[in-house]
Each structure stands twice: as C-alpha cells, then as structure tokens.
Nanobody
Framework: QVQLVESGGGLVQAGGSLKLSCAAS????????MGWFRQAPGKEREFVAA????????YYADSVKGRFTISRDNAKNTVYLQMNSLKPEDTAVYSC?????????????????WGQGTQVTVSS
C-alpha cells in the first residue's frame, strides 16, 4: 500500500511558475514508477508527465513539453513537477500516481495508487 500526498498548488499569473510535490509513504518508493495527471472542470483526467523508477527516463504530454519537468528524489520518497511558463489552460487539479509494474498502458494509464490532488489556478 502506498499513500500519496500532493502539495504546492496555488494561484499564479500566466507566465509564472509553481513546483508541485508528491510525498509517498512506505519504504519501497523506488519500486514505483510515478506519474502526474490533471483534471480541469468538465474535462476528463489527462496525463501530464511520468518518470521511471530510477528517474533516468521521463515522459511528457505534448501540451507541457518544454515547460514542465518531472523529477524524483528516492531518498525523500518524493516526486516533483516543476511547472514554468504557466498558461490559463493549465488550470486543473493535479494528482500524482504510482505504478508498481510497467504495463501496456505505461506511462499514461494503469496506475495502482493515486493522491487526492492539489489545485493549480493560472490567471490571465
């Protein structure tokens, strides 16, 4: 069982930056690949970014590529999402997720555990 708690959301002006954190419980954090997803009001949840267990390979949605960076610190059981050049369309609830085994849907689906999410609002 893994519990995930996100933090770092808030209100920011367009063009600004935020850094989200996702703290995981347990001593086996480095056994999990991690992902970030977001859901805007009235829209389906969408994949944002993912990182493999060792942190050596990352994946991004086209909409955030070049602006967002996912990273992890396995010693701190934490995954991060650095968001730069934010746009109003980035407004959403951002959630992190953990995947125990890579499946056919990696990196965009089939995660095992989810956090509650943190709100990010970008004003124009």
């Amino acid at each position: 069982q893994v519990q995930l708690v996100e933090s770092g959301g808030g209100l920011v002006q367009a063009g600004g930056s935020l850094k989200l954190s996702c703290a995981a419980s347990g001593r086996t954090f480095n056994n999990y690949a991690m992902g970030w997803f977001r859901q805007a009001p009235g829209k389906e949840r969408e994949f944002v970014a993912a990182i493999r267990r060792s942190g050596d390979i990352t994946y991004y949605a086209d909409s955030v590529k070049g602006r967002f960076t996912i990273s992890r610190d396995n010693a701190k059981n934490t995954v991060y999402l650095q968001m730069n050049s934010l746009k109003p369309e980035d407004t959403a609830v951002y959630s992190c997720a953990a995947m125990r085994r890579y499946g056919s849907n990696w990196p965009t689906g089939s995660y095992d555990y989810w956090g509650q999410g943190t709100q990010v609002t970008v004003s124009s």
